[in-house]
């Protein structure tokens, strides 16, 4: 599956995933800017923050307890669509994904 990373300044890139990758571990795989990733994947800093695509935001896991939590500490605003994108975990249906960059994450 590919999916799509749209940065604040419009640009956009488009990263090949492996299954059962995560979209902060395909991003970080391709040096994607924008995603930090500071505590490798564990759902502990919250630099790996995205805003999922409206019509996406149902297709994904619900948000766990641990991920719910972290999104109150992001650097940019948490929005209803906010999701780490360390805790999305990229299967064939979601080939296409669009998640959005925050201005900052730290
Ligand atoms: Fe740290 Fe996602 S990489 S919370």
């Given at each position: 599956?590919?999916?799509?990373?749209?940065?604040?300044?419009?640009k956009s890139d488009r990263i090949e995933t492996s299954d059962s990758e995560s979209a902060m571990?395909?991003?970080?795989?391709?040096?994607?800017?924008?995603?930090?990733?500071?505590?490798?994947?564990?759902?502990?800093?919250?630099?790996?923050?995205?805003?999922?695509?409206?019509?996406?935001?149902?297709?994904?896991?619900?948000?766990?307890?641990?991920?719910?939590?972290?999104?109150?500490?992001?650097?940019?605003?948490?929005?209803?669509?906010?999701?780490?994108?360390?805790?999305?975990?990229?299967?064939?249906d979601l080939d296409g994904l669009v998640l959005r960059l925050p201005e900052r994450q730290v």
């Open positions: 599956p590919a999916i799509n990373f749209m940065h604040p300044d419009g571990q395909a991003a970080t795989r391709h040096g994607l800017d924008g995603i930090l990733a500071e505590c490798g994947g564990n759902a502990m800093c919250a630099t790996c923050h995205v805003y999922v695509d409206e019509d996406w935001l149902g297709r994904l896991p619900a948000i766990g307890d641990d991920e719910d939590a972290l999104l109150d500490g992001t650097a940019a605003e948490r929005l209803p669509n906010s999701r780490l994108s360390c805790q999305i975990v990229i299967t064939p």
